[in-house]
């Protein structure tokens, strides 16, 4: 069977190894020209994303290149000491290269410059997909990894809700190493209105920080359309200028280097049509309050390569790919909205609510991240 994964993001090559061991020949198709080398942020990995990645025999390399973080409980103040579980936190740009390698060396094609603009499913079974430059490549099944804006699930179900932007938008530092330390993660916390600050040192002196800010201006985010880290700074300054000094200096010191529009995608009713279907956030883009995005897409991926080695015909593998993966899905989405709006209010009621009840929702949510990140799909 072969497979056209569309998207080499961090699903892609993730499902292309799982695949893989199920005796799948898979190729990874991707729009950009080239691997990008500059897409920054940090990312934390949970620890059921960890356990597929060590499946998949990833696992080492992202902890030789990330370290460890510890996700504390949170307290209307900020972090408490009651630690929750441990993350690997890691550049996003480095974990997408290792899962990238790692599908390279297990001889799995990634071809460049392939933007997906149709797709057609004969009768008779199998896919045709068309690309930007003209090409058309052929396979027994389609997998769209190709993230929140997918074009697969425009071209496969066109009729389906368009993610919605929240409003808030991540911009982050780079990360900095050696940075003397208390010996264990230590955060400092800031909140406005509606914006929030957030730095971490961790025990081993790696430090970021992160703003997440109440931004209603959409941008247009090309390769040289993104507003510019002298944008950001302006914005933070003015968004903190009441903030402890500490802060301010935090981030005149180690200024912007990556920021991320946060979209959110409505629960789809279908994640597949004929011999094609969506994985990671082209199926269930979530706001990043658990951080569990891609952890998602990597549960997606090792159960979809089970189903497949399961079943004889893409349907009712499809099918029960589905069955098995949305509710959960759609509760992990649900629930890290439910955290974003309490820990970042915008509207009068949900001020209101946070005023009132964040001492009792704020242990509710903690306890559904942990429950989230302790969970375990089966894996080949
Ligand atoms: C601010 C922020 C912080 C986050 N933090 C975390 C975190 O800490 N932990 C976590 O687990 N998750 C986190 N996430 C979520 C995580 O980034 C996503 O869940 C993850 O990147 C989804 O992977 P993906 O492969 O589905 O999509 P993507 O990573 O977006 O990759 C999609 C790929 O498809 C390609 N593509 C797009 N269109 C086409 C086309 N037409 N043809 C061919 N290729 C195409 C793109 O170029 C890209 O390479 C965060 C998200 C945000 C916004």
Same mark, same amino acid.
């Given at each position: 069977?072969?497979?056209?994964?569309?998207?080499?993001?961090?699903?892609?090559?993730?499902?292309?190894?799982?695949?893989?061991?199920?005796?799948?020949?898979?190729?990874?198709?991707?729009?950009?020209?080239?691997?990008?080398?500059?897409?920054?942020?940090?990312?934390?990995?949970?620890?059921?994303?960890?356990?597929?990645?060590?499946?998949?025999?990833?696992?080492?390399?992202?902890?030789?290149?990330?370290?460890?973080?510890?996700?504390?409980?949170?307290?209307?103040?900020?972090?408490?000491?009651?630690?929750?579980?441990?993350?690997?936190?890691?550049?996003?740009?480095?974990?997408?290269?290792?899962?990238?390698?790692?599908?390279?060396?297990?001889?799995?094609?990634?071809?460049?410059?392939?933007?997906?603009?149709?797709?057609?499913?004969?009768?008779?079974?199998?896919?045709?997909?068309?690309?930007?430059?003209? *090409?058309?490549? &052929?396979?027994?099944?389609?997998?769209?990894?190709? /993230? #929140?804006? +997918? @074009?697969? %699930?425009?071209?496969? =179900?066109?009729?389906?809700?368009?993610?919605?932007? *929240?409003?808030? &938008?991540?911009?982050?530092?780079?990360?900095?190493? /050696? #940075?003397? +330390? @208390?010996? %264990?993660?230590?955060? =400092?916390?800031?909140?406005?209105?509606?914006?929030?600050?957030?730095?971490?040192?961790?025990?081993?002196?790696?430090?970021?920080?992160?703003?997440?800010?109440?931004?209603?201006?959409?941008?247009?985010?090309?390769?040289?359309?993104?507003?510019?880290?002298?944008?950001?700074?302006?914005?933070?300054?003015?968004?903190?200028?009441?903030?402890?000094?500490?802060?301010?200096?935090?981030?005149?010191?180690?200024?912007?280097?990556?920021?991320?529009?946060?979209?959110?995608?409505?629960?789809?009713?279908?994640?597949?049509?004929?011999?094609?279907?969506?994985?990671?956030?082209?199926?269930?883009?979530?706001?990043?309050?658990?951080?569990?995005?891609?952890?998602?897409?990597?549960?997606?991926?090792?159960?979809?390569?089970?189903?497949?080695?399961?079943?004889?015909?893409?349907?009712?593998?499809?099918?029960?790919?589905?069955?098995?993966?949305?509710?959960?899905?759609?509760?992990?989405?649900?629930?890290?909205?439910?955290?974003?709006?309490?820990?970042?209010?915008?509207?009068?009621?949900?001020?209101?609510?946070?005023?009132?009840?964040?001492?009792?929702?704020?242990?509710?949510?903690?306890?559904?991240?942990?429950?989230?990140?302790?969970?375990?799909?089966?894996?080949?």
């Amino acid at each position: 069977m072969k497979a056209l994964i569309i998207g080499c993001g961090m699903v892609g090559p993730a499902a292309a190894l799982a695949l893989r061991r199920t005796g799948v020949d898979p190729v990874i198709l991707e729009k950009a020209a080239g691997p990008r080398e500059s897409t920054g942020g940090i990312l934390n990995f949970p620890p059921n994303g960890m356990a597929i990645l060590d499946a998949l025999s990833c696992g080492p390399r992202i902890r030789h290149n990330g370290y460890v973080k510890v996700r504390y409980a949170d307290d209307k103040r900020g972090a408490t000491d009651r630690p929750l579980y441990p993350f690997i936190a890691i550049r996003r740009n480095v974990a997408a290269r290792v899962l990238r390698e790692a599908a390279t060396e297990a001889g799995i094609p990634v071809e460049f410059g392939k933007e997906l603009t149709g797709i057609h499913l004969p009768a008779a079974g199998g896919v045709e997909a068309r690309f930007h430059d003209g *090409t058309t490549v &052929t396979g027994d099944v389609l997998l769209g990894c190709d /993230g #929140v804006h +997918s @074009a697969t %699930r425009r071209l496969l =179900l066109p009729n389906t809700p368009k993610p919605r932007y *929240t409003k808030r &938008t991540y911009v982050t530092s780079r990360l900095q190493t /050696g #940075v003397p +330390s @208390a010996g %264990r993660d230590s955060r =400092l916390t800031y909140r406005t209105a509606a914006s929030s600050f957030i730095s971490n040192v961790s025990a081993t002196g790696n430090a970021f920080w992160t703003a997440i800010l109440y931004h209603p201006t959409q941008f247009a985010v090309t390769q040289h359309g993104e507003p510019s880290p002298k944008y950001w700074s302006a914005i933070l300054e003015a968004e903190f200028g009441d903030a402890p000094a500490e802060i301010l200096r935090l981030i005149r010191q180690n200024p912007p280097a990556s920021s991320h529009q946060v979209y959110e995608l409505p629960p789809l009713s279908r994640w597949f049509s004929g011999s094609a279907c969506l994985l990671g956030d082209a199926a269930h883009a979530s706001t990043p309050y658990h951080a569990q995005g891609f952890a998602l897409g990597l549960e997606d991926a090792v159960t979809l390569a089970a189903c497949l080695k399961k079943h004889r015909g893409a349907g009712a593998a499809f099918m029960e790919y589905q069955s098995v993966r949305k509710a959960r899905c759609d509760y992990v989405v649900r629930s890290a909205r439910r955290a974003g709006w309490l820990r970042n209010p915008s509207t009068h009621t949900q001020k209101f609510i946070w005023k009132l009840f964040a001492q009792f929702y704020l242990p509710i949510l903690d306890a559904e991240a942990a429950r989230i990140a302790a969970h375990r799909v089966p894996v080949l």
